[in-house]
């Protein structure tokens, strides 16, 4: 007797491992989750023929609010619950486990393909680059949460996935870049704009998946299957990467180049640059020390840095060059080397 948290893969029945299927067919008894993700209809009717009057399906209020009883029958005979994906990356099913491990009831995990991974290799973008994942509900509550974490991640040169609501049908990719349009109006933040280079993913690991990337103002005119849809909006990009976007996915030359981060952190970048470059302009040298040019080279060398990674996408690169820069004019000017004021040091 054992409760078994078995992960279905992606929702067709292509990507059932063999242990999941050994599992599904000893269960005495499995309760089918019908509300973490999409499962294809033919998946389903091939889980009722395995096994007939004993496949349950279980809404969300079935899994959260019964576990108690369910974990007891697993005391008792070989109970499943069967999940899309890996059951453990939906926090419900690890308090599943968590309550098991309470009562001292024996627990396996069968672990699938989930669609996190999936849709990051579908991307062709790098996955340790990944930083925040966030979803947006049909409803579009918490979508301010998802712009500014997408922002955040960008800070960091990192790239953001989004995972778009399966329930009642799914929420679609222009749908959603609509509700973050919205949140653009409202914030001003330079993120959601025509050009933004992002990537559509629909559908994969079924037959009919769509990966695409473009800018934006192309995502809301493209043709998607029906959902589960999500959107990744990628960071700083490596060269291989942005090779893979254009020859694998379609992206044109001309939106990869674009691609740079949202206009508020280039914008500052910016103006720190040129503080420096107006501070050198207009530097008196107090001391003619062969020591105090050397310092004064190795400020020009970081701010030629800066100005490099800032052309490159590298934000936080070019960030730590020109504070590298200041903090070395600095320095002069209070030990009494140099004479300059700064045109502005506001963040």
Known sequence: MALYLVGLGLGSSGYLTRMAMEVIAKSDKAYLDTYTSFLEPELIEELRIILGSRLIEADRRLLEEDVSRIVEEAGERDIAILVPG????????ISIIIEAARRGVKYHVIHGVSAHSALISASCLQAYKFGKIVTIPRSGVGVETCYRAILENMERGLHTLILLDTADGGLDIPSAIKMLMRVEDEFGMGLITPERLVICLARIGFGD???????????????????????????????SEAEALETLLGASPRVIEQHKPPWIIWQRLQRYIENVENALRGLELIDQSSEVKEVLDLVERYL????????????????????????????????????????SRQG
């Open 209 to 239: 998946e769509f990966r695409w990337a473009g800018s934006l103002a192309e995502a809301l005119e493209r043709n998607y299957p029906p959902p589960p849809h999500s959107i990744i909006f990628p960071g700083s990009l490596h060269f």
């Open 304 to 343: 030629d840095d800066s100005r490099r990674f800032l052309s490159g996408g590298r934000g936080l690169d070019s960030l730590a060059a020109i504070s590298y820069a200041e903090g070395l004019l600095d320095c002069l000017r209070m030990l009494g080397r140099v004479r300059f004021s700064w045109s």
């Open 86 to 93: 890996d059951p453990l990356i939906a926090t419900t099913h």
